[in-house]
């Protein structure tokens, strides 16, 4: 009883300023909420050849140089490919955060093409609570090749390809992020009567973070059946992305030849069975043209 | 063993706990002195060979107790703008304090002086406590300016941040790009809860 007290007293203290001090951060975590969007699902605005649910930041140029090799079954004679080379050069820019336009030049028939990508929906958390985003992508392809047949009437129409396509997706965790592509591919001529102008697919695409600074992606485009002659493929692409600052490098193996939607949804011929693979990259490089306010 | 039989003396010792135990309540009960800070801002500059990164937030929130003299400062990770381009700031939340994880970096414990909170002027006080950022918590005194001016709390502190000291790690490929120390600032303005 003599030294009961005074001991509890001494615990109640210690206890009620240990409470305190812990008290005062936890006051301080009854923080109002603020929207919290989710960042970074894929490392850069492409997962391989699909445009992935990124976009670039309002006043950054993204510069991409993209090349595919010839495909590993020619063999050494070739260098497995490494001899030949069909490219792309672009150029990406982030109208607003949500908003991306983009240029490029293929070599794959001589194409230029032109997109615009508008992201209506931010994955985010916090005061208001967004499980998905979503972007509409829209581009035009103008295919510049001689006319096979210059004797006949040519139109310049007949070069045009669009593609439009929704991209929806979700960041699920820290190092899984997954997007679906629903994609048409209209194409103002065709070589036969048999293809058909419109070609509808699904895209799936993933990417799987390693480290910091490495992930791995891999993208499936499912044709639906009926829309292309035997002989072309639905296209599979696998590789990683290496982040370097403002560099990403995206090393790849996939049996498409074009970087492009119209190539790579609907002119895919290669077989990933006999060894139809190109391996390739897209180096992207980015360019701060409107620096972010700083007040 | 007598003591217990002694009426007189228990009776005595009881009071006596009562009007401890009352004080003790009393002081638990009585609301303590609060100063609040809502939008304390927070600047950090890495000063490289090759780049220059500077970012700020205005979004610190901080509480001192002034009889007890203890406080805790908390800003959020992701409230930091500013940096050289939108991708630095992703990758400074992404890979460097990796802010998913750690949301706030936060600093609290007990000044070590005694400052009449109710004298207006400036003092100079040390700020010893915790200072977790990215997960890691290091026991830091922080030189503080503290001025009271009628019922307004204003406090300033200037400190560094060692990278390593709070596993951040600096890839060799950007090595020159980032300050291995980071010079912060802290202004905010207090007022009683």
């Known amino acids: ?295 | 063993m007598n003591s217990i039989f002694d009426m007189e003396n228990t009776t005595e010792k009881i009071k006596r706990g009562i009007t401890a135990l009352l004080l003790l309540l009393i002081t638990a009960v009585l609301p303590a002195q609060h100063y609040l800070a809502e939008e304390g801002k927070v600047y950090f500059k890495s000063d490289a060979p090759l780049e220059l990164i500077e970012a700020r937030s205005t979004a610190m929130r901080a509480i001192i107790d002034a009889d007890k003299r203890t406080f805790a400062f908390s800003v959020p990770i992701s409230s930091f703008e500013g940096f050289n381009s939108p991708l630095q700031r992703v990758h400074f939340n992404e890979n460097y304090l990796e802010s998913d994880r750690y949301p706030a970096a936060t600093f609290s414990g007990k000044i070590i002086e005694k400052v009449n909170f109710t004298a207006p002027g400036t003092y100079t006080v040390r700020a010893k406590g915790k200072l977790t950022v990215h997960g890691i918590e290091q026991e830091r005194i922080i030189k503080s300016e503290l001025t009271v001016s009628g019922a307004a709390l204003t406090v300033r502190a200037a400190f560094t941040v060692l990278l390593d000291e709070h596993d951040i790690t600096i890839p060799k490929i950007v090595y020159q790009k980032i300050a291995e120390e980071i010079e912060v600032e802290v202004e905010a303005v207090f007022t009683p809860e």
């Open chain 1, 1 to 295: 009883m003599k030294y009961l007290l005074p001991i509890l007293i001494t615990a109640l203290f210690t206890m009620g300023s240990q409470a305190q001090e812990d008290d005062l951060l936890s006051l301080l975590g009854e923080e109002e909420e603020t929207v919290e969007y989710v960042n970074a699902a894929f490392k850069t605005n492409r997962v391989i050849n699909l445009h992935s649910l990124e976009s670039t930041s309002a006043g950054v140029l993204d510069i991409k140089i993209s090349h595919r090799f010839g495909t590993l079954n020619r063999g050494a004679y070739e260098l497995f490919g490494l001899d030949n080379a069909t490219i792309r050069i672009g150029g990406d820019y982030g109208i607003t955060d949500q908003l991306t336009i983009g240029l490029g030049r293929s070599s794959f028939q001589k194409t230029y093409d032109g997109f615009v990508k508008y992201k209506f929906l931010r994955q985010s958390t916090g005061a208001k609570k967004m499980p998905l985003t979503a972007a509409f992508f829209a581009s035009t392809a103008l295919q510049t090749m001689k006319w096979q047949n210059p004797d006949r009437e040519n139109y310049f129409s007949s070069r045009l390809y669009y593609t439009f396509q929704m991209i929806v997706g979700r960041k699920f965790s820290e190092s899984f992020s997954l997007q679906l592509s629903p994609t048409v591919v209209h194409r103002n001529l065709v070589k036969t009567s048999a293809e058909s102008n419109d070609v509808f697919a699904l895209a799936a695409a993933g990417r799987i973070k390693i480290t910091k600074r490495l992930a791995l992606n891999a993208e499936y485009i499912y044709v639906l059946p009926d829309q292309l002659l035997p002989g072309f493929r639905n296209s599979l692409s696998v590789g990683f992305d290496i982040e370097t600052g403002g560099h990403v490098f995206q090393l790849h193996f996939t049996n498409s030849t074009s970087m492009i939607a119209p190539g790579f949804v609907a002119q895919t011929v290669e077989n990933w069975g006999d060894g139809g693979i190109h391996f390739g990259f897209n180096v992207s490089r980015v360019f701060t043209v409107v620096k972010p306010k700083f007040d």
